[in-house]
DNA sequence: AAATCAGTTCACCACTTGGCAAACCAAATC
DNA sequence: GATTTGGTTTGCCAAGTGGTGAACTGATTT
């Protein structure tokens, strides 16, 4: 029932972009300093911080400065609550009968796009 | 691999709202016209147009305009392919066992002697 | 035919986003 | 102790987002 959840909101905005979605890759293979983690993308440190910056102000990684170089890991919770929003509509849709006539009467027809 | 997926940034883009999620949410009880849909919130009808475009576009929707009123459904595609994405990362995370050592020993009080 | 109703379009506005360059700070290294 | 190295801060800018009000179109009702 929480559909103003702020955290939602940060989390989907931050998976909305391509570095940041790529990042978060990268730290699944474990935690990664700054300048690793912004080799393979072509753009300065500063946009990169920002990228970083986001992803922590949203809960999505954690970072910690130990000595000149910061390393970060993932945070998994908020990909969890992402998931879980997403997981509980797929449901919904699932339990209507009439709703899911309608899909299988619009869709199965066709040849799905993967 | 495919990090630079539009239809993600689209997805995702397009949850980041709690407006948007709310109308998907309505739509999960079955195809409902615009009017009936924009009653909840408190924003006139331009604004609630562009958040239905942002929708349909990304391919969360469909609208059908028949006479003069314009049907709204759900379009189960783009949420699935989402919520596989953050599935696939899920599993990631899950297979490394530093990284499962990691997070255990971050948030679980346990004892995840193996 | 006139009025209403459901959308639509248009012009505009405040704010955010994603990028840059340049200067700066602190920690290693030489 | 001078220099590199890793990160940070500060302005700045173009483009996009989320909202408004007013005017308009076309279908339905009276």
Redesign the interface.
Known sequence: ME???PA???A??A????TR??V??QL????KPVKQLAEPFAMGLPAFLKHLRVLEETGLIATEKTGRIRTC??E??R??Q??S???E??A??GA?A??LA??VEN?LAEE??P
């Open positions: 559909n103003f959840d939602l909101d940060g989907f905005h998976l909305a972009d391509p979605r790529a978060l890759r699944l293979a474990g935690p890991r993932i998994p919770e990909l969890l992402a998931e929003w997403l997981a509509q797929r919904f849709w209507g009439d709703r309608a899909y869709h799905p796009n």
